[in-house]
Nanobody, 115 residues
Framework: QVQLVESGGGLVQPGGSLRLSCAASGSIFSIGPMGWYRQAPGKQRELVATISSGGRTNYADSVKGRFTISRDNAKNTVYLQMDSLKPEDTAVYYC?????????WGQGTQVTVSS
């Protein structure tokens, strides 16, 4: 049974930075691409960024140039570096495979951007 655990969220002022981590209990990275997703209150869950097993990345237009996704396969961990944060980035952030599987959604980690 594979489990994904997100961490690193918190409260940050506009313009600040956070680094999120997603740790897998099993070798889920062997599946291939991974992604970060987010869901704001009252909104649908949306794709933030994806990364292939070889490190190729894609980003939503809303975060391009501000967020960076990376992975460390030896540690079974995916990261999301978030810079120049905006109030619109406030959401619960989740990791999953790309495309996501309903079996593997975790608890997520809350990111709140507010002054």
């Amino acid at each position: 049974q594979v489990q994904l655990v997100e961490s690193g969220g918190g409260l940050v002022q506009p313009g600040g930075s956070l680094r999120l981590s997603c740790a897998a209990s099993g070798s889920i990275f062997s599946i291939g691409p991974m992604g970060w997703y987010r869901q704001a209150p009252g909104k649908q869950r949306e794709l933030v960024a994806t990364i292939s097993s070889g490190g190729r990345t894609n980003y939503a237009d809303s975060v391009k140039g501000r967020f960076t996704i990376s992975r460390d396969n030896a540690k079974n961990t995916v990261y999301l570096q978030m810079d120049s944060l905006k109030p619109e980035d406030t959401a619960v952030y989740y990791c999953n495979v790309d495309p996501p599987s309903g079996r593997w959604w975790g608890q997520g980690t809350q990111v709140t951007v507010s002054s």
